[in-house]
T-cell receptor, first 114, second 113 residues
Framework: GNSVTQMEGPVTLSEEAFLTINCTYT??????LFWYVQYPGEGLQLLLK?????DKGSNKGFEATYRKETTSFHLEKGSVQVSDSAVYFC?????????????FGSGTQLTVLP | DTAVSQTPKYLVTQMGNDKSIKCEQN?????MYWYKQDSKKFLKIMFS???????INETVPNRFSPKSPDKAHLNLHINSLELGDSAVYFC????????????FGEGSRLTVL
């Protein structure tokens, strides 16, 4: 089946530190990959996406590259801010078959300290 | 204008009661969803409707019954509430079915005592 594995949190960083949140996937077929962010007390928002191998998604200083050879889509940011404190979800969607709905990872809690 | 709005935001009730959560989207999307988020933040899809037609019905107890009166609304009714139903329930919508780009509401936190 299809699944997403994220690094376990919580992750605590100081402001301006470099961020990596690991995400690997298992999928039948060729998935599209997504990162969603959930700020405290809010619903999820799409952060970035990549639809094919070697695509790089980017938004708000965050980046993730679709690596087919390692089945990974790690999220990175060069310099985090306190306002980046949130839960980050990696997700995939396959384009054919009976299980085409979005499948989420378990989420990684990020706390950025001033 | 809130794109996807859910009511109520908080719900506290006793075991055995029946409760409903309402969702409305003003994005003109055709597809709507209900997700359940447990205390560990794990998200699981429950239902999806496309233009009022049920298209995804995951393994959910039949105490949960979704209803879509029109494509802008998707409500969730829960009968005979149990302790394990305590969670945050998110409504979402998307332009098309089986897309990865969903727009989520702020969630409805249900606490069953």
């Amino acid at each position: 089946g299809n699944s997403v594995t994220q690094m376990e949190g919580p992750v605590t960083l100081s402001e301006e530190a470099f961020l990596t949140i690991n995400c690997t996937y298992t999928a039948t077929g060729y998935p599209s990959l997504f990162w969603y962010v959930q700020y405290p007390g809010e619903g999820l928002q799409l952060l970035l996406k990549a639809t094919k191998a070697d695509d790089k998604g980017s938004n708000k200083g965050f980046e993730a590259t679709y690596r087919k050879e390692t089945t990974s889509f790690h999220l990175e940011k060069g310099s985090v801010q306190v306002s980046d404190s949130a839960v980050y979800f990696c997700a995939l969607r396959i384009s054919s078959g009976s299980a085409r709905q979005l499948t989420f990872g378990s989420g990684t809690q990020l706390t950025v300290l001033p | 204008d809130t794109a996807v709005s859910q009511t109520p935001k908080y719900l506290v009730t006793q075991m055995g009661n029946d409760k409903s959560i309402k969702c409305e989207q003003n994005l003109g999307h055709d597809t709507m969803y209900w997700y359940k988020q447990d205390s560990k933040k794990f998200l699981k899809i429950m239902f999806s409707y496309n233009n009022k037609e049920l298209i995804i019905n995951e393994t959910v107890p039949n105490r949960f019954s979704p209803k879509s009166p029109d494509k802008a609304h998707l409500n969730l009714h829960i009968n005979s509430l149990e302790l394990g139903d305590s969670a945050v329930y998110f409504c979402a919508s998307s332009q098309a079915t089986y897309t990865g780009e969903l727009f989520f509401g702020e969630g409805s936190r249900l606490t069953v005592l």
